[in-house]
């Protein structure tokens, strides 16, 4: 079966601080991998996504950067941190199937709060 | 432009009763609807799924009604127990290129009384 890990699962770090996040997927090959931030009080918003090695889609523009160095490896970084990168940011995965829906399937969650 | 929408930002049903979440979006490319239960500090866990070509999808307690002309989903628990109190995510993604991403509603907290 398929598993999802991300950690640290809690950090505080400081205001101009680097960041990163690490995701690891096992038991599936060439899965649709995503990175999500829950800020307080309101929905997911997709941040990044990426269908392969070295290809990563950026949703919104912001202080966040991602890669993926492997096949099941997503990892989410910042050169240096602002206050409003805090929230809750979830790895999620999943495999296209062209004659059916889309299902994703997350980690999780790490909670960064940035001081 | 949000197009998933959850216009209900809570709901507090009686252990035992029905409870019915609502969603309604406004891309008609969308195809496939999914609903998600998350608890506090925790990921999203997926619950049922529906596309466009069903109107009804039944798993357990969990029913999901798609009523496609009204751009309306709902998802109803019978009988609610006091762990389904979560929120709840409705999402949908569009056949095609962009067939991988799921756009989410802001989500619903059902509250489910003893």
């Known amino acids: 079966s398929q598993t999802i890990h991300q950690w640290p699962a809690t950090l505080v770090q400081p205001v101009g601080s680097p960041l990163s996040l690490e995701c690891t997927v096992e038991g599936t090959s060439n899965p649709n991998l995503y990175w999500y931030r829950q800020a307080a009080g309101r929905g997911l918003q997709l941040l990044f996504y990426?269908?392969?090695?070295?290809?990563i889609s950026s949703e919104v523009p912001q202080n966040l950067s991602a890669s993926r160095p492997q096949d099941r490896q997503f990892i989410l970084s910042s050169k240096k941190l602002l206050l409003s990168d805090s929230g809750f940011y979830l790895c999620?995965?999943?495999?296209?199937?062209?004659?059916?829906?889309?299902?994703?399937?997350f980690g999780e969650g790490s909670w960064l709060t940035v001081v | 432009d949000q197009q998933v929408k959850q216009n209900s930002p809570s709901l507090s049903v009686q252990e035992g009763r029905i409870s019915i979440l609502n969603c309604d979006y406004t891309n008609s490319m969308f195809d496939y609807f999914l609903w998600y239960k998350k608890y506090p500090a925790e990921g999203p866990t997926f619950l049922i799924s529906?596309?466009?070509?069903?109107d009804k999808n039944e798993d357990g307690r969990f029913t999901v009604f798609l009523n496609k002309s009204a751009k309306h989903l709902s998802l109803h628990i019978v009988p609610s127990q006091p762990g389904d109190s979560a929120v709840y995510f409705c999402?949908?993604?569009?056949?095609?290129?962009?067939?991988?991403?799921?756009?989410f509603g802001k989500g619903t907290l059902l509250t489910v009384n003893p």
């Open positions: 999402a949908a993604s569009a056949r095609g290129g962009s067939n991988y991403k799921l756009t």
């Open positions: 529906i596309s466009s070509i069903k």
């Open positions: 990426s269908v392969g090695i070295g290809q």
């Open positions: 999620a995965w999943s495999v296209t199937r062209k004659s059916s829906g889309n299902t994703i399937y």
